[in-house]
Each structure stands twice: as structure tokens, then as C-alpha cells.
């Protein structure tokens, strides 16, 4: 039987008790796989390598060597977030690489959006091959590879042409051979969240927003330059505290700032002052092929604003996109 095929026979997890029942059954395929040798993975902080993460945690705790890389476009307190949950919280064996200056210096000048987003992906997986010839006696890689993945990689092997190219931990160097584990490929997404509060994450973790791999890589439109990326990560941190305070966190399923590499006439303090726009994107979908936008009441936008425009320095301006997709993709690069 094709392992990579999710049999018809298998029960949807939608409760806690089919949730243990599959940690039960997976703790003990992990352990079988894997025996006493170590098992690297690269944890983000996403959804999916966190549930994978866990649930190693519990099958094999120290075995499982977990690298976070911190590419420089992370949001604000997230690499921090990840340390303290992971090592912290689940005494996991956690290496921390700070690479921000290994991305920027390579990303400066580059404007085009493929470019960019190929150079973090490649760069992500050098830092993190980087770290796997440190370790030694690692012969398995875990990966938080869900079944949309799988069925992602069947159309294109069917010859269908995707729309971004989107990065994994796929394509290591030749000299990096893993077996893999990957204990949720046959999942889908709702069950990992399912699986992964079972496993006693939390709730905001479980549920929370996607993010795109390149980060807010993508979201510093053209160009990225260190000062808009700070004002970038400062006003997407005020967005997200405002939507939590306002109750729209749970309800909306992405939102965050985008600053275009514009600036524009404002005035602040009595005199002129040219500074960048920051742009809100929020908007609601079930599959991320189409969406729609969320109407954000005025009086929210109305204290985005304020905050964002006397908080951050650089912004004199804050926009609101209310183009669905189409023809509006998502992200803006
Ligand atoms: P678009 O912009 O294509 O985005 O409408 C659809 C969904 O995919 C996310 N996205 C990415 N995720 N790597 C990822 O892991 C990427 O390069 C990437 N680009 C877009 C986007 O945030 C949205 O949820």
C-alpha cells in the first residue's frame, strides 16, 4: 500500500480521544522507526513542525534535536516565543541560530519577489544543513509535512503550475542524507490542531495565523532594508495587539502589515516629513486559493492608525487593502 495515500477507511480526528488514540499509535511507530538515533528537525514555530515537535517530544524527549533558525523576518517576539515554549516549557533539546545577518546581507538590493523568496529558502536550508554536520549520530529528519502537502506535490507532479513557490526543508545537500519521519502526512489541518491541543499546546499556537516561510521577507515589498523592516515588524505588533484586544484574533484568519518601498508627504510636529505607508491586509478563506475581506469596523481602523502613525517611526500614512483574491493575491509578493 502507498504509505503517502490516506486510506478511505480512516476516521476524520475530531475529538480529543481519537487524538490520543493517534499520539498512542504514532508514539509507538516513531519509536519502531527510529530505535535509539537522534532525529533532527527544524521547528518555526508553525503549526505543523510544532505538532511534530510535541509529539517527538513525547515519544523520544532528548533523541529529538530540534534547530530553530531565526532568518531575520520573523515577527516580533516569535524566535523568543518558540525558545521559551520549547525549551523552556517542554525541556526540549533546542538549538537557537541567530542568522539575521546572514539573510539581510543577502537579500540587500534585491528587489525581485521569486528572488527573494528563493534566496531565503535556499539560505535556510545552508544554515540549517550548517548545524545538521555539527551533530553527530543524526541518521532522521522529522518533517510537519500534512497531507495538503502531499496532495500539493501530486498535482504538480501531474504537471500543474503553482502560483509561488513555496519553501520547506526540502532539497538538502547531497552530502545530508535522513530518513524521514513524518508522523502527520496523513493529516489534514484541522486534525493537527486537534492532535496538537491533545498534546497540550496552546490554544494561540494551535490556532494561529498562517505565516508565510519567507516571513515578512515578503511583506517589505522590493528591496528589503533594515529600517522598514523594524517599522514593518513594529506596526504588524501593534495590528495584531489591537486585533487581539478587539476580539478579531480568533475570528479572522490572517491579517497583518505590508510596507510598500513608497514613501509620501506628511507633516509632523509642524514640518514636512516623508515617510512610508503601512498597509493592513485582513482577510478571510477557507483553502487560501480564494478570499475574501474581513470589514474591519472604522473604529478599530480609526486606533490602527493613531497608534501606528505616532508609535512607528518612518509611517505618516496607514492604508487598508480591500481587494479580495482574486484579483488580489494574499500576500503582496
Ligand atoms: P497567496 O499570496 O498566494 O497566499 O494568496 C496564500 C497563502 O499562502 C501563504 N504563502 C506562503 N506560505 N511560503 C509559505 O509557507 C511562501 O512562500 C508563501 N507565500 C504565500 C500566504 O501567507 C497565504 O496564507
Same mark, same amino acid.
Request: hydrophobic share 40%.
Given at each position: ?59 523520544? &524527549? %532528548?533523541?529529538? *534535536?530540534?534547530? #530553530?533558525? !531565526?532568518? /531575520? ?9 518558540? +525558545? @521559551? ?73 501531474? &504537471? %500543474?503550475?503553482? *502560483?509561488?513557490? #513555496?519553501? !520547506?526543508? /526540502? ?9 524521514? +519521519? @513524518? ?151
Amino acid at each position: 500500500m502507498d504509505s503517502n495515500r490516506r486510506p478511505e477507511t480512516m476516521e476524520r480526528i475530531t475529538t480529543k480521544e481519537l487524538a490520543d488514540k493517534f499520539i498512542a499509535e504514532q508514539i509507538e511507530a516513531v519509536r519502531a522507526q527510529v530505535g535509539e538515533k537522534k532525529v533532527l528537525l527544524a521547528l518555526s514555530g508553525g503549526v505543523d513542525s510544532s505538532v511534530v515537535a510535541a509529539l517527538l517530544i513525547k515519544a523520544i &524527549g %532528548k533523541q529529538l *534535536v530540534c534547530v #530553530h533558525v !531565526n532568518h /531575520g523576518l520573523m515577527r516580533k517576539n516569535e524566535s523568543e516565543g518558540v +525558545v @521559551e515554549l520549547f525549551r523552556n516549557q517542554l525541556d526540549a533539546n533546542l538549538i537557537y541560530v541567530d542568522a539575521t545577518d546572514r539573510f539581510l546581507d543577502l537579500l540587500a538590493g534585491v528587489s525581485d519577489p521569486e528572488s527573494k523568496r528563493k534566496i531565503i529558502g535556499k539560505e535556510f536550508i545552508e544554515v540549517f544543513a550548517d548545524e545538521a554536520r555539527k551533530l553527530e549520530g543524526v541518521e532522521f529528519l522529522a518533517q510537519g509535512t500534512i497531507y495538503p502537502d502531499i496532495l500539493e506535490s501530486i498535482k504538480q507532479a501531474e &504537471g %500543474k503550475k503553482a *502560483v509561488k513557490s #513555496h519553501h !520547506n526543508v /526540502g532539497g538538502l545537500p547531497e552530502d545530508l542524507k535522513f530518513e524521514l +519521519v @513524518e508522523p502527520v502526512k496523513l493529516l489534514f489541518k484541522d486534525e493537527v490542531r486537534v492532535v496538537g491541543e491533545a498534546l497540550g499546546l496552546p490554544h494561540a499556537m494551535v490556532y494561529r495565523q498562517p505565516f508565510p516561510g519567507p516571513g515578512l521577507g515578503v511583506r517589505c515589498l522590493g528591496a528589503i532594508t533594515r529600517d522598514r523592516l523594524h517599522a514593518l515588524r513594529e506596526a504588524d505588533a501593534i495590528l495584531r495587539e489591537e486585533f487581539d484586544i478587539a476580539g478579531l484574533a480568533g475570528k479572522v484568519w490572517q491579517y497583518f502589515v505590508i510596507i510598500p518601498d513608497i514613501k509620501s508627504v506628511g507633516v509632523k510636529d509642524e514640518s514636512r516629513f516623508e515617510g512610508w505607508p503601512a498597509i493592513i491586509r485582513a482577510v478571510n478563506t477557507k483553502d487560501a486559493m480564494s478570499a475574501t475581506i474581513e470589514e474591519i469596523p472604522y473604529s478599530i481602523l480609526n486606533k490602527i492608525t493613531a497608534r501606528i502613525t505616532s508609535e512607528v517611526e518612518g509611517i505618516n500614512r496607514v492604508l487598508y487593502d480591500i481587494t479580495p483574491k482574486p484579483t488580489g493575491t494574499i500576500e503582496w509578493e
